[in-house]
């Protein structure tokens, strides 16, 4: 099955831009459509629509307070929609975050996109790439942040989005390259 026979969408709200690279980076390694959630965390009926028909989404938002942006958050809750007529049921999904401090309580980011996904029905993408945490890990490293649920990523604070680690983005893009072969092998079982 080609990349092209799966679709994956990936839904994201970005303040200032290194969500948004990050959002690339996955949707470079599964092909996938972008969906920036607006600044008043709000999607157009066209995105809304190709979500209805994706087979995998992933899900990101920057870690703020502990948790995802409110703008995230309206989407969440505006997902209802699809949650009540079951559209989104058996779909492949995953997420990613990042924020300024090396934890920032992104982990709770994290797990409030997989309970999304369970209310939705859906099946979680693990990350399945080891940390980079020996002595001899520098900052672009693969999964320098040792997660194993999904992709998180590091930028300072003071930092543009053009300075964020290469590693964080290439985690991401092999995320997003993981989420797509999940999809074509779900997919392809369905089909059998």
Do not use: C
């Not at 959002?23 to 969906?35: D, H, S």
């Not at 209805?52 to 703020?64: L, Q, R």
């Amino acid at each position: 099955m080609s990349d092209t026979a799966v679709k994956t969408a990936v839904v994201y709200h970005s303040g200032y831009g290194h969500t948004q690279r990050m959002a690339e980076a996955i949707a470079k390694g599964a092909n996938a459509a972008l969906l920036p959630i607006d600044a008043e965390g709000n999607l157009s009926d066209e995105q809304w629509a190709t979500l209805h028909a994706a087979d995998a989404i992933v899900f990101g938002s920057p870690t703020y307070m502990g948790g995802p942006s409110w703008q995230f958050k309206k989407f969440a809750d505006a997902s209802s929609g699809a949650w009540f007529e079951g559209k989104w049921q058996d779909k492949v999904f995953g997420g990613f975050t990042n924020s300024a401090s090396l934890n920032g309580d992104k982990l709770n980011t994290l797990n409030y996109f997989v309970l999304l996904a369970g209310q939705h029905g859906g099946l979680w993408v693990s990350l399945a790439l080891k940390p980079a945490n020996t002595k001899a890990a520098v900052r672009d490293d693969i999964n320098r942040m040792g997660s194993y649920l999904a992709p998180m990523a590091q930028s300072d604070a003071d930092a543009a989005p053009e300075e964020m680690s290469e590693g964080d983005l290439e985690t991401a893009r092999l995320y997003g390259a993981r989420i797509a072969q999940t999809a074509r092998r779900f997919d392809a079982e369905r089909r059998s």
